[in-house]
């Protein structure tokens, strides 16, 4: 903590970010908490309209078992039936998928707590706000408060929420700072502007509510503000898994120029042979790079499943490629499990060795595989360029980023299960 002295004395003060942290970093990190907080809440608010759906349909009632009652209560195997048959989920393994998600945010549990995986089966699991063990921690708090005041606001017959304009634009259902503290005021919200202004700046920073050009904090002032989240959009589930804003292959400028991006290769200092890379620049020919083979789905070196470690060179042995996309468009989940669709599904077991699997995928809903190393033990297990990948070890990964998928790799054995669906020639 540093202290900063005022008068003679010393106080705490704020600790400052050093000379090392730049401006645009701070604003990355304070954008990814932005994002983060606003995926919280958009899993809170589908989790709490799926709850509802399911005490509507009578799929959350008191069940009895082994001589004991467990009130409020499903069957996960009738769920997964439930969300196949209206659409919220691809098949059983994407529905599953989706609850491990609510559990693991803390949506839905098992009833006796012993089990932190959400399984396919005629076990009991409850939601956490059917029995009073739902986290209301600050931010919990804030976004029911944001929830509540929105629902006011627009059930409100002279609502200050409307069509207005700032430096010649216009905007929906926006509102000055100054009539929302005076909303405030007369509703008994709060006691005092002071109150207001703090309220507001604090459903600001957990994502609730923004200026109109995401340019100012809130102030009681003239300034246009607006509700970043719309409480009463339905929801579908499988929104809940896209957890990145990211463009549709799942990448940006700044990840292209990350050496942890799938667009480098890296030579390791272990293995001086050049093996060819097999590539694919264009639909036109597959093109040669030179380099080692990838030690990762994401050219990460170390691992701690019993890989022996790579050590990474300067920046100036590193060779890039793969610059653009092997897919001629994007593919969704729907067009690959439509039926008749020219897809194929198969399972490969890919054994790693002591560099890794010698794969490469990006993009995201779903990933595909950009490269693969042709003497690498992918090769071996028939991976392919183009194939899209729907499952690792049994994990349903067809809505999460190619980070994501590589983490789960990274982190798990070195025998790797992937099932994958491959287009039909």
């Known amino acids: 903590m540093k202290y900063i002295k005022v008068c003679g004395k010393t106080r705490p ?3 400052f970010p050093g000379p090392g942290t730049t401006s645009m970093e701070r604003t990355s990190s304070v ?21 509802l759906r399911l005490h509507d349909g009578k799929l959350i009632k008191d069940r009895r078992y082994h001589l004991r009652t467990y009130p409020n209560c499903f069957v ?12 919220e989920a691809l098949d059983r393994a994407t529905a599953v998928c989706l609850m491990q998600h609510l559990m693991d945010h803390d949506i839905v549990h098992h009833v006796c707590d012993k089990r932190p995986d959400f399984k396919d089966a005629k076990l009991l699991y409850r939601f956490r706000k059917d029995d009073g063990t739902f986290p209301f921690n600050t931010e919990v708090k804030i976004f029911m408060r944001g929830q509540r005041l929105y629902e006011n606001l627009i059930a409100d017959k002279n ?23 005076d909303w405030l005021l007369q509703n008994g919200e709060v006691e ?34 607006q509700f970043c989240i719309n409480f009463r959009r339905r929801r579908r589930l499988s929104e809940l898994l896209n957890e990145r804003e990211q463009d549709i292959d799942g990448t940006s400028t700044q990840e292209e120029n990350n050496l942890d991006s799938p667009f480098f290769l890296r030579k390791d200092s272990i293995q001086e042979h050049n093996s060819p890379f097999d590539s694919v620049g264009s639909s036109k020919d597959i093109k040669q790079i030179t380099g080692s ?13 019993g890989f022996q470690t790579l050590v990474q060179l300067p920046s100036n042995s590193i060779v890039r490629s793969n610059p653009k996309l092997v897919l001629k468009r994007h593919v969704t989940c729907e067009e690959l499990f439509a039926p008749g669709a020219p897809f194929i599904k198969k399972v490969l077991t890919v054994i790693g060795d002591a560099l890794g699997w010698g794969i490469v995928v990006r993009g995201r809903a779903p990933c595909y595989v950009q490269a693969v190393d042709p003497g690498s033990p992918a090769a071996v297990a028939g991976v392919k360029i183009r194939q899209f990948v729907c499952q690792v070890n049994g994990r349903c990964v067809l809505y999460l980023d190619y980070k994501t998928v590589t983490r789960l790799v990274m982190t798990g054995p070195r025998v790797v299960v992937l099932e994958v669906m491959e287009q039909l020639e």
Not at 32 to 51: D, F, N, P, S, Y
Not at 196 to 210: F, K, S, Y
Not at 293 to 305: I, T
């Open 76 to 87: 996960a195997q009738e769920l997964i039936d439930w969300l196949v048959s209206h659409k």
């Open 13 to 15: 003060g704020k600790k």
């Open 192 to 225: 005092s502007r002071r109150q207001g202004v703090d309220l507001c700046r604090a459903l600001q920073e957990h994502g609730i509510i923004q200026h109109v050009t995401k340019k100012h904090d809130f102030f009681d002032s003239g300034l246009l503000y």
């Open 159 to 181: 609502s200050i929420l409307q069509l207005r304009e700032e430096h010649g634009v216009s905007y929906k259902r926006s509102f000055p700072g100054y009539q929302l503290i």
């Open 293 to 305: 083979r990838r030690s990762s789905l994401n050219v990460v070196h170390l691992h701690s499943g």
């Open 31 to 51: 954008r990814r908490k932005a994002i983060a907080r606003q995926h919280k809440t958009e899993v809170m608010i589908a989790g709490e309209q799926l709850r």
